[in-house]
């Protein structure tokens, strides 16, 4: 089958959205179906990476408030490359307006709404959970829940990779949910790739010895991120017992981010590290991961701090907590930085310690494209 992928949250600059499509390309090929990755970019290009690995752009302007990325802002050319392209199965990785352009377009292939954003969490939430429930806000936000029952009226499939997404959608009146988790990268991240002398060289780096405790943060430095709770949970942590961080990343809070950890000798802020295997050791040679947003849809940097052998400290909601099984994993009330710090208090970290097999990116993809070939095989929606 031919598939396109509506993705308006590819850029060659990205992190787990890039690692997610090209892995996506590379399981599609090798199943023997066409994956085309429609994307906005600068001009009109198309990229063949095989014979069914297609990646392609429309012209697009760029977003506001992070100009590294595009936004498809004309309908008409949104339609005309989705007229040429023949698809039947067309997914929208975003519910904002590129699904509801895809949800006008005429053409007859089956679509699937892929949840990789979850804005409630990511912002109404975060802004007004201070001062009202949850039931309160989505009140507020009537109107993006009946936007959100629009889509799911017009698509044949939405997807949440997290159980606690799912249950909120269907709650909110969505009936075509399923939920179907990512799954990790196969063959990158294994505690195999432990480097006791890289972890002795990153806690110097926070002016620490070997016998503290070094944390791990990986992520975009946005506001949902919730980085400036984690460096002043660290912080406070610190008058207790010695405690590093290492956060990895790139995004428009660096600067007051550098700013809040320079008052924090044991802060250490990294670029972004785009080469998966100094990652996948990086990871193994922590001691534990630290996450600070309850708004994931799955939490790639959970995941793979799993499959590592890493404990996790992660908030209480959101697609990160789903991570959390283990005994040495440590939950704390979401957006609470005092509950954060009795976390981090509370946190140990033992080489060696067994671990769960991780779910693979690859059984993600087989069971979504399973669930397209499902949907073909139905008879065709009315006109």
């Known amino acids: 089958m031919r598939i396109v992928d509506v993705c308006a949250f590819y850029t060659p600059h990205g992190g787990g959205v890039r690692t997610y499509i090209e892995r996506k390309l590379a399981v599609a090929s090798a199943a023997g179906h066409e994956m085309i990755i429609l994307a906005p970019g600068a001009t009109n290009e ?38 040429e392209w023949r698809p039947d199965v067309v997914e929208v990785s975003s519910p904002w307006s590129s699904a509801s352009m895809v949800a006008r377009w005429q053409g007859s292939a089956r679509r699937s709404l892929i949840m990789h954003a979850d ?6 939430y975060r802004w007004f959970r201070r001062f009202a429930s949850i039931r309160t806000i989505d009140r507020g936000f009537d109107r993006y829940w009946q936007h959100l029952r629009r889509l799911d009226s017009s698509y044949d499939l939405v997807v949440a990779a997290s159980a606690d997404l799912s249950r909120r959608l269907t709650a909110g009146g969505l009936t075509k949910v399923v939920t179907n988790p990512m799954g990790v990268e196969p063959g990158v991240f294994s505690p195999s790739h432990r480097d006791e002398g890289l972890r002795r060289r990153m806690l110097a780096q926070c002016g620490l010895g070997p016998n503290a405790l070094l944390l791990l943060g990986v992520g975009r430095l946005a506001p949902e991120k919730r980085w400036g709770m984690v460096i002043d949970a660290v912080v406070a942590s610190a008058t207790e017992r010695p405690v590093g961080l290492l956060l990895i990343g790139e995004g428009r809070q660096r600067g007051r981010l550098e700013s809040r950890a320079a008052r924090a000798p044991q802060v250490v802020l990294g670029g972004q590290v785009r080469e998966r295997g100094s990652l996948a050791a ?43 099984s283990g005994a040495a ?19 140990s970290y033992v080489a060696g310690a067994p671990r769960r097999t991780p779910r693979s990116m690859d059984r993600h993809f087989d069971e979504l494209f399973g669930s397209y070939e499902g949907l073909l095989s139905r008879q065709p929606l009315a006109a």
């Not at 392609?56 to 989705?82: C, K, Q």
């Not at 804005?119 to 109404?124: D, G, Q």
């Open 46 to 83: 198309v990229v063949v990476r095989d014979t069914n690995a297609i990646v392609a752009t429309i012209p697009a302007p760029r977003l506001m408030f992070d100009r590294r990325y595009r936004y498809f802002g004309d309908e008409r050319s949104l339609h005309r490359a989705l007229d």
């Open 119 to 124: 804005p409630l969490s990511a912002y109404a």
């Open 329 to 347: 994993d440590r939950r704390y009330r979401s957006a609470d930085g005092a509950s954060l710090r009795d976390a981090i208090l509370a946190a």
């Open 282 to 324: 990086i990871m193994a040679s922590s001691d534990a991961l630290v996450h600070g947003c309850e708004a994931e849809t799955f939490c790639m940097a959970a995941a793979e701090a799993k499959a590592s052998g890493l404990p996790l400290i992660v908030p209480d909601a959101g697609g990160a907590s789903d991570h959390a």
